[in-house]
């Protein structure tokens, strides 16, 4: 959604690549390439996230409510999933694409009012 909220925002700037013969799988590369970076950004921060809330939470709840949370090494099935968060966010990122390269010419350069 942050991509094709962009994709609104740019609509020119995309029109403007096509109009100077950007083709499909340029625009398309642009596009999936800034929604990996979301995709790697949002799963380094949400793992920060977590490692902190365990080191910074784990004493109270073990005091509070007796839950014991400790750090490990990743397991094969988080690999995994992290993996397919990755993936899925990059697919995802195609999708505002497709649909921006299909947006007319004239749409993307003509003026809003």
Do not use: C, K
């Amino acid at each position: 959604s942050v991509v094709m909220a962009g994709l609104n925002e740019r609509r020119r700037e995309l029109a403007v690549l096509r109009a100077v013969g950007a083709g499909l799988r340029h625009v398309l590369a642009l596009l999936a390439l800034e929604g990996a970076l979301v995709t790697v950004l949002g799963v380094l921060l949400g793992v920060t996230m977590a490692v902190l809330g365990i080191a910074l939470l784990s004493p109270w709840l073990q005091a509070q409510f007796g839950l014991t949370l400790s750090l490990s090494e990743p397991t094969l099935n988080e690999w995994l999933l992290t993996a397919s968060l990755l993936v899925a966010g990059w697919l995802a990122s195609l999708l505002p694409g497709i649909r921006a390269y299909r947006l007319s010419l004239a749409d993307g350069l003509s003026p809003r009012i």
